[in-house]
């Protein structure tokens, strides 16, 4: 049923006010110690912002400036240190073949004799013939064996003296994020709308697959992968999983026209579990896209045009009519005033009762120009909260400014957890409730040459579920990396 205008007005008042974080940010600013700021309706201010004073806010949020790294990796912050878990082409999986490359979205998982279990995407798009290292074709685990990309499942012991890593599935396209379900397995999605007979493919892609960390520990009720069609076929990004009500939310990273957030409601009488979704009929729920509009009631097309945070629109949600694309990309079945688009929606995390959401940055696709948001959707009030927006970025290549965010976590330490994806240096960057920002490692990988240097963006944070260690990959070559050190909640 549409929300009221009544309705949203006592709905935004109180979603303007802020949500009650719990290791989440209100406003997020783009250099270290900055305080986020408002970005004006004729146009976008400079990315760089002064810190405050020094006495206003207490000491400085972080773990203080990071220490280039001699090896030439990862640069942290004094009294922290790194491991390399696995690496593309050198470290090798049980099979003996070697780890494959492009390691992207990731989550973790408690596994048997506390052990710490990690799967792991690879994005690796069209026919395995491309690329080094594809992911291999483990027997059970294949969806279309010309297909490159897939999942690993990473094990390491208490105490990380032994890891191992296998196959979690393969045959599958562009696995780029995913989302980790309550009930302890994993979504990975592709990021593709690839066909069979298009790119080598044969079969349909564009889907997502439940992986299951525990196998083979436990019988695996995800063996022999099929493609949860109800979710739909586009370029999936991420998904989150709505514990309360069973509804998951998707993100699509597309353009011309860009995007959209989906939201899919199961079936009346459907119970969540291991290895449920792909019971499913291929059109069982209802798969739908939103429809935002302002507190006056207008409509609003794309959530570029929100310029300043606490930004809160309401939200309808729309039929999608043919969720499968069989003639026309879902994102192109909706005329331009039926919903609400966004550019490059990339990963999301459920916590304080909604999903975060990522929108990575905005350019001439879009109607405002931006170098990143992220929105906070409410599904008991129905509404988006812009909690979080980057001006655009005048000097990527210079340290200590931030953009682009792709995959964010909530830290156990407080606030969020980003990595960056945008232009010039890469991050992983920390934000606090107040909305203060801070670095917590940088890719010194240089992937390019010294003239003209190029640094591979960071994906997968997550912690282990003790929080002692955060996982991060540098997508290439494709690095796993734990990351340790005197952690302390960020007030």
Known sequence: MPLTRRDFAKR??????????TGSVGVLATAPGAVGRELPEQGLPEADAPAPAAGARGRAPGYGPLIPDPAGILALPAGFSYRIITRAGVTTLESGEPTPSHHDGTATFPGPRGTTLLVNNHELKGPRAQWPHPVPLADGLVYDPAAAGGCTVVEISRDGSHVCERVGIAGTSTNCAGGRTPWGTWLT????????????????????????????????????PRPVKALGRYAHE???????????????????????????????????????????ADDAGVLAAPRCYDSGGRFVDDLSRATRTGTVYGVDWIEVPDRDARHTPVRRQFADKMITRARKLEGMWWADGGAYVVSSYAREESPARHDGQVWFYDPRR?????????????????????????????????????????????????ATDDGRTYPVARNDLNIGTA?????????GPVFSPDGRTLFANIQQPGIMLAITGPWRRQR
């Open 451 to 459: 003239d003209d240097p190029e640094y591979s963006e960071f994906t």
């Open 238 to 280: 991420a998904v989150v999983v709505d514990p309360g009500r069973g509804h998951l939310y998707l993100t699509e990273d597309a353009d011309r026209p860009n995007g959209l957030l989906y939201r899919w409601t199961p079936p009346h009488g459907f119970q969540h579990g291991r290895g449920r979704l792909r019971t499913l």
């Open 12 to 21: 935004s008042t109180a979603a303007g006010a802020g949500v009650a974080l």
């Open 189 to 224: 999605c592709e990021e593709t709308e690839d066909k069979a007979g298009r790119n080598g493919m044969t079969k349909d892609h564009g889907y997502v697959f439940e992986v299951d960390p525990l196998a083979p520990h436990d019988p695996h009720p995800t063996r022999a």
């Open 382 to 430: 129905r509404t988006l909260t812009l909690k979080v927006l980057l001006g655009v970025n005048p000097d990527p290549g210079r340290d200590g400014a931030f953009d682009g965010p792709d995959n964010i976590t909530v830290s156990p330490y407080g606030g969020l957890l980003i990595a960056e994806d945008g232009e010039g240096v890469q991050h992983l960057f920390g």
